[in-house]
């Protein structure tokens, strides 16, 4: 399995899309690892740099994130960044199936956990860790932790577990 | 209980359900492009699993960029022209034969309806004007579906927006779907599919049905979806002839997949269109819509005329009727890209293509082109263009660019003018 903890990036926006997480003109990479460097070159939010995303290990932002394009790139660039776990209010379902069918993990909590989480860490250096059997997520930032419960199907368990949807299929169809 | 269209084409094609939600269902076609599809290509080769489950139910398109820009394009190509090649892929369309691979692809016959189709595109919905269930995915899953002819998605819930009323003149499908985004909100149909239906879809031909399904996705829905009918088998006849005796044989097939009446929606909108008006999105997500009156003086650099949405013979029709006796102004570039040869052909043939030329429009090859910016027309910072595609996300035909969404006849009288008007074909509708 990969790693699901570390210090988290705070994104406050709803409706990030693939283009800003990955730009087209970089999808002439076919090595995936390529891609680190223009991790959310386009991002439109106050306040961002890219070297905010230095050392980060999870993304924590609004709803209806990776909505747009189907390029996987975007997780290949957040997987190439060892940002392997997203949480958000909500996803769109080509980015969310994306990431769970490259092992990774993305995550809904619902808008009143987010927005609380915002305000209580987004302005501070805040960790996480993520246990997926308990199907817990705890920030931690100065003296302050808590704990917000998830679901996450036993599919996309299995999907962590195994590494991704192509080794899932190549054993069972 | 009755069934919708999706669950129809769902249960016939489910072979495994590994989650609660989650259904594994067989692959009728499974599209293949040379953005999206090299990674797969390799990761199957590195896993000693280079093989394909059906070389007949795939075809394989370079049409993002073409001819290649690059060397890093050109490997891209290289990859799936080679690929295509040792699995003996017939229907592979290179240079001369290939286009924008949403247009391309239902030419040909490739999507029929109660298909279950995946492509590594997120506009693969447009296919469900034919009655499919056709869906965008990433990489991973369309290398699946190429090893193994599978994908998983969850159950189908579906929304069903009922579109009724009289479209008035100069008001087109693309202001129809825009103003229906707008309503429901860039993630009001996530994880759901889009059933169109009412006598205003049931009155449009397949190429406006395409570009209602096309942009399904940008309201978040797996799929867009239309009953399929007469209009369905007189665009498909000549590929399912040999199947039916006629074409009335074919509709009466075809009728089985459409939704019961008692089939049960996530959510019914009944939607009356007479009052709608030529639209165009203003911000960088496409649910931000205004009329084109509240958008007039808007000034643009650049007009792009093409994509998967408004590609067509029918677009590029409406476009050149307003364009004709006309001369696009001093401060616009205007570029048209009909969307696959055969339309590019029938273009010429009508004279379309030299109407615009004559106004000064640029004409390129069939290609994806200037929509993501990723090889032609792409804008300079600060820039901004009217165009028929389907995204106005921040940077998408290039970095600091504006993009504003909008259907051909508005893009053309805007090319003409410099800035974003009204066609004078709803000019002369409206003064009726």
Known sequence: ?173 | MGKTIAEKIFESHTIDQPGEETFVITLDAVFCHEITTPTAILDLMERKMDKVFDPNKIKAVIDHVTPAKDSKTAQQGLILRNWAKKHKIKDFFDIGRNGVCHALFPEKGFVLPGFTIIMGDSHTCTHGAFGAFAAGVGTTDLEVGILKGVCSFQKPKTIKVEIKGNLKKGVYPKDIILSIISLIGVNGATDKVIEFTGAVVDNMGMDERMTLCNMAVEAGATSGICYPDIKTATYLWEFIKNKYNSVEDAVTDFSKLISDIDAVYEKIIVYDISDLVPLSTFGYKPDQVKPITEMEGTKIDQVYIGSCTNGRIEDLRIAASVLEGEKVADNVRGIVSPATPDIFKQAIKEGIIDTFMESGFCVTNPTCGACLGMSNGVLAEGEVCAATTNRNFNGRMGKGGMVHLMSPASAAASAIKGYITNSKLYEAGENK
């Open chain 1, 1 to 173: 399995m990969k790693n699901f903890n570390g210090k988290v990036l705070f994104l406050d926006r709803n409706d990030i899309n693939t283009d800003e997480i990955i730009p087209a003109k970089y999808l002439t990479e076919i090595d995936k690892k390529a891609l680190k460097p223009y991790l959310l070159e386009d991002l439109k939010l106050d306040n961002f740099s890219t070297n905010k995303i230095i050392e980060k290990k999870a993304i924590i932002t609004r709803t209806n994130f990776g909505c747009g394009s189907s390029r996987e790139h975007a997780i290949w660039a957040l997987e190439a960044n060892d940002i392997n776990v997203v949480v958000a209010g909500s996803f769109a379902r080509i980015f969310r199936q994306n990431m769970f069918n490259c092992g990774m993990v993305a995550t809904e909590l619902p808008s009143e956990a987010i927005d609380e989480i915002f305000s209580i860490f987004s302005n501070v250096d805040t960790n996480i860790t993520t246990d997926i059997e308990k199907q817990i997520i705890t920030l931690s930032a100065n003296k302050i932790s808590k704990n917000y419960s998830f679901r996450i199907s036993s599919f996309d368990k299995e999907l962590v577990s195994i590494g991704g949807w192509v080794n899932y299929a190549h054993s069972k169809y």
